[in-house]
């Protein structure tokens, strides 16, 4: 574990007193200073990337739009918890080609493999 | 072992603040270094010098000065999460021109690069205050 790698881990709901944007925030931060960082999308985080939000609706920025600037900031790992998707009826919607899906199985594996877990 | 601690909790949330105070008081007492804490979001709220904390309740803003003062600890408040919460400090006030600060001043705002840097100078990070 000599070199820092950061995982942020996103459970929050989009819209939602603003922890999701929090999480994004700081891995955007991290990002700037080339610390290695990655995503991973559990629980109702998941919903974050649900397809075709109307965030201006509610006066929000969107977080589907700040998703997909992401990679233009090298955070270009995202995990996905399978079940979570699973159980909030999204196991259908399009991940982008950098998303992986994990399980239960697959999980401690992935989270030994940072130096640093921020939970949002 | 040099830690530093995440604190995203207001300073009521006895889930996340408390804890967070008692774990910086054991890295202290500890053959470890407690190197700085960060408060970011909701957790900037420790740094406001202008609560009024019931009389059976401890002064938050309080303790984690004296506990940085006594063990030269930095005390961090994300400038974005503190300035958009209403805590300024005198600097920060002067510049957009607000008529008060408010920040404690055993409390420096910052932005989230130095929590970038806390992170590759110290050993763990301890966050408190994610979600429940």
Known sequence: ?120 | MRFSLLVSSPPADSYGSDPALQFARAVVRSEHELHRVFFYGDGVFHGSALAVVPRDRPDTAEQWAALAAEHQVDLVLCSASATRRGVLDRDEAERRAHPAASAHAAFALSGLGQLADTYLLGDRIVTFGGTR
């Open chain 1, 1 to 120: 574990m000599s070199e820092t790698s950061v995982l942020v881990i996103l459970r929050s709901p989009p819209y939602h007193a603003g922890r999701s944007k929090s999480g994004l925030d700081l891995a955007m931060a991290f990002a700037a200073f080339d610390i290695p960082v990655a995503l991973l999308f559990m629980g109702d985080g998941v919903w974050q990337l649900s397809p075709g939000q109307a965030a201006s609706e509610i006066g929000a920025k969107s977080v589907e739009k700040t998703l997909a600037s992401l990679p233009l900031y090298d955070i270009e790992q995202w995990y996905v918890d399978a079940a979570a998707l699973a159980a909030r009826g999204l196991d259908g919607i399009a991940l982008p080609e950098h998303a992986s899906r994990v399980d239960d199985e697959t999980l401690p594996t992935l989270l030994g493999r940072f130096s640093q877990v921020l939970v949002f």
